[in-house]
Structures are given as C-alpha cells and as structure tokens.
C-alpha cells in the first residue's frame, strides 16, 4: 500500500494520540496507520478538490470512515489541533514545509512532527532549529535509485542556528546507513558545484564548496586556536600593523580548540549573540574589539559578552590592510574582474597602507563609477564633482582614507577610492579638481571576508567557517 518514505513516517509515530497527515493525497497513509492498528483515529487533510475526492474513496474503500476525519485545508489552518500527538507532512518541498508549520494556529508543544522533505531539507532543518524545535532524530531511506530523509521534531522553545555545512550534513546517527549514503551524495554535489565555480572563475566560492564536500562525510574537526593565529600571522604579519593598532589575539577563547569559526567586519553584541548561536569557539574580526584602553568592561558590551560566554576574538586590521592578499589586494581582485588592470601595483604610503594601480584602458569618471557601484555591490557612491575626469592611475585605501587624498595627487594618480570622506575633503578635492570615490568604510573593507575564508578553508578545510550574518552595514539608507 505504501512506499518507503510514507512506510518510515508510519513507524516514527508515538502511537499516543490522534495523527494528522497534512497533504493526505489519496488518504493511504491514514488507511495504513488505522487498519495496522498504529492509532486509533487520523485527521487526513489536503487543500485540492482532487486527491480530497480521491481520500474518500480511499476511506470508504477500506471501511474506516469513522476513525478518519477528511478536511480541506491549506496545510494546518483548519485542523482542530485538540488531542493531536503528531503531525505528518510528506512529500513536499523543506520550504513548503516550514511555511505550513509557521503558519499553525494551534500550540504545536508536546506534538511529535514527522517531517519528509522531497527537496531543501536543509532549508527545513536550519528553519527548525532557528524556530526553536529540537530534531529527535533523522533517517536515511532509499526508494528506487532516490534517497530521502526523515526528520521528527518536537517544540520545546530552546532555538539556536545552523551553519551552512550542519544545515546541509543533517542529524543522521552514525550507524545509519543510507545516511551516510545521502552525506556522500551531498558530498559529490558540493565538489561538482566547486569544479564549476573554479572553472568560472569564482575562486573563493570554489574553495568553499570544496571545503564543505570533504567534509561532508567525516564532519569537521576540532584544530588548535594557536595553529590558526600562527597561520593568520605568516598570511597576514602582525608586525605589519600601524603603530596605533590592536590587532592580534585580543580575547582569549575558554578552548584552546577550535572547530567552528565565525568571521566578521565588527564585533559587535549581534555578532558575539550569533557566534554563541552557532555555537563558534572563535569569532575573526577585521576591526579590533578592544581599539583604545578599557578602564571599565559594562555588562552590554561585546567584551563583556565575549568573556562572558567564552567566544575568543582574533582581530587583524591594518596588517589585513597592508599584506598581499589582505584588504586592498582583493579589491583589485574584484575591480580586475570588470577592468584590465596593469599588473604592477606599488604602496601608496611608504608603510604600505593603500596601493596604486593604472588601468590599461582610460576611463570616464561616471562609467568607473558604475563599474565601482558593482564591485561592492552597493547602490551608490559618493564622487566629488569632476564626473569629466579620464582616469588611469587609482589610488586605493579601503576603510577611511580620504586622508590620503593629496598623497594620492603628488604620486600622479588621477582618483582615490576609500571610504568615510569628510566634508573638507570634497571641497579641497574639488578646488583642486581631483576625482574622490567614496565607496563606504563598510564596503571598502568587508569584501575581504571572502578572501579570508578562503585562505582558511584551504589550510584547514576540517575547520566550519562561517559569515556572519550579522556583518552589515551598521547604517540604514533613506
């Protein structure tokens, strides 16, 4: 009567109440539960006239009419959820399903959810864990040359987050064996998807996809902070850093280890709560967390919350600035991508914080505008009045540079590109006819997070590495 999937859904009931199978179709699956004696009595639900006609007949056909109660129904809104102990929904996208959970009328506390998606069921399993249900358990089945999962659930208010790499790897036990098929499945996809990527030219996406797929198989794994940090050092010195910065292993994590890392432009309290979310042992930063001398620590600050809940903080600035592959180099990565760029790139100050670049093509100010506007994908930039201006050589500061501006002039460049330019700037750039680009603080120097992903997954690909969500522009636009 019914296939693999609906079978396993069957057996995953408590067998303490009343079963509503959501999306009944042909009311099988009830049929089965009732006539094996699994339950006393199912709510079978659909929301097409159809395979509601087609329920009926179902029902009638194996004489157990009164122990199944058809209801039309978009997913749960008209199911009377009094002495309902669990919940089925099989057959549908993980996203069609967390939409019919979100949108339950009733308290879903104490309900068993037996959950069967056909696609996205990281989708659904981020969604679960984020909403505050707990995953019981999830299950591997094969039907035909096609495997599926799985999932209970039950609501018990306690949410957390996934990464990408657990939202994808799922909670299948060890010993389960079509699990592990479904992980070396995924596995493949991730690298096909990496090979893609790499042939696209999409470096750090690859990596990342790459990273994920070996790691799908055997999960990821614990490495020592101190590895990490040396590693930063060799890529990116701290010796490099200005005079006047903090960068370097600024809040000790309560591990010396390490498996999951968050990495962030700020750390910020929303940061710090998602590194704790996600349970990271160790959040990386571009701007340090500790800047000026703290002479007390308050209970609402990232620090605070920091040593509080144990999280370390690596922090790399103007080091990141300033090393080869750091901040500015992967601007010109990302402006290479839209332009011919001569391969010769010289310092702008003498301790290397800012580059400069020439083109090999001349541009109008306007167009390298909208070219700017694409590789920090950002909706506007701020360009001081000299839109005729052909440009060649480019002077280049991520983060707040506008400073430079008259540095940028004496070395025959023709524009600057940073960020947080001050009002007295723009007048003298434009008294003076020089083209500045302000790009945004924000997005001048978080397109490196990518860039150190990469670098991370590639010398420690068992490592869970994560963006963090909360790493916005801390400004809202009007």
Not at 136 to 159: H, N, P, Q, R
Not at 242 to 266: A, F, M, R
Not at 447 to 460: A, G, Q
């Amino acid at each position: 009567m019914l296939d693999n999937r609906l079978k396993m859904c069957a057996d995953m009931i408590s067998g303490k109440g009343i079963v509503c199978d959501v999306g009944t179709d042909h009311a099988l699956l009830a049929a089965h539960l009732i006539t094996t004696g699994k339950c006393e009595k199912v709510i079978a639900s659909d929301i097409n006239e159809g395979p509601f006609e087609s329920a009926h007949r179902t029902v009638e056909k194996y004489g157990i009419s009164g122990k199944v109660d058809l209801v039309l129904s978009d997913g749960l809104k008209n199911i009377d959820g009094e002495s309902v102990s669990d919940i089925i929904i099989a057959g549908m996208g993980g996203e069609t399903i967390a939409k019919i959970i979100s949108e339950c009328p009733f308290d879903l506390e104490g309900i068993r959810l037996i959950l069967q998606p056909m696609t996205k069921a990281e989708v659904l399993r981020k969604w679960l864990i984020c909403n505050g249900f707990s995953v019981m358990s999830e299950s591997g089945i094969e039907e035909g040359d096609k495997l599926y999962s799985v999932i209970t659930a039950t609501f018990d208010k306690l949410s957390y987050d996934l990464t990408e790499f657990e939202s994808l790897r799922g909670f299948f036990s060890n010993d389960d064996e079509i699990g592990k098929k479904i992980r070396q499945k995924e596995a493949e996809r991730l690298l096909k998807v990496s090979k893609s990527l790499k042939k696209a030219g999409k470096e750090n996406e690859a990596v990342h996809y790459a990273a994920m797929g070996h790691r799908m198989v055997d999960g990821s794994k614990s490495i020592r902070i101190s590895d990490v940090y040396s590693y930063l050092d060799e890529k990116y010195p701290l010796s490099l850093q200005e005079s006047w910065d903090n960068s370097g292993y600024i809040v000790e994590s309560d591990s010396d280890e390490c498996s999951k890392i968050l990495l962030t432009l700020d750390i910020t309290n929303a940061s710090v709560d998602e590194s704790v979310n996600k349970c990271a042992d160790l959040i990386i930063s571009h701007h340090p967390v500790i800047f000026n001398p703290l002479k007390k620590i308050q209970a609402d600050t990232p620090v605070y919350k920091l040593v509080r809940s144990g999280v370390g903080a690596i922090c790399m600035h103007t080091n990141l600035d300033i090393a080869e592959g750091g901040t500015n180099t992967t601007i010109i990565k990302k402006m290479a991508e839209k332009l011919d760029i001569s391969p010769n790139v010289e310092p702008l100050e003498d301790s290397g914080l800012g580059c400069i670049i020439e083109l090999e093509n001349v541009v109008h100010c306007d167009h390298f505008a909208a070219i700017l506007k694409e590789v920090f994908n950002i909706d506007r930039v701020k360009v001081s009045i000299c839109s005729e201006n052909i440009l060649s050589k480019i002077a280049i500061c991520s983060g707040s540079g506008g400073s430079l501006w008259k540095l940028a002039k004496a070395k025959g460049c023709d524009a600057l590109i940073t960020g947080d330019v001050k009002h007295d700037i723009w007048i003298d750039a434009n008294n003076s006819k020089f083209t500045v680009i302000d790009c945004g603080h924000f997005h001048t120097e978080n397109i490196v997070l990518w860039e150190l992903r990469r670098v991370l997954e590639e010398k420690f690909p068992m490592l869970d590495i994560e963006i963090a969500q909360s790493t916005t522009d801390p400004c809202e636009y009007y």
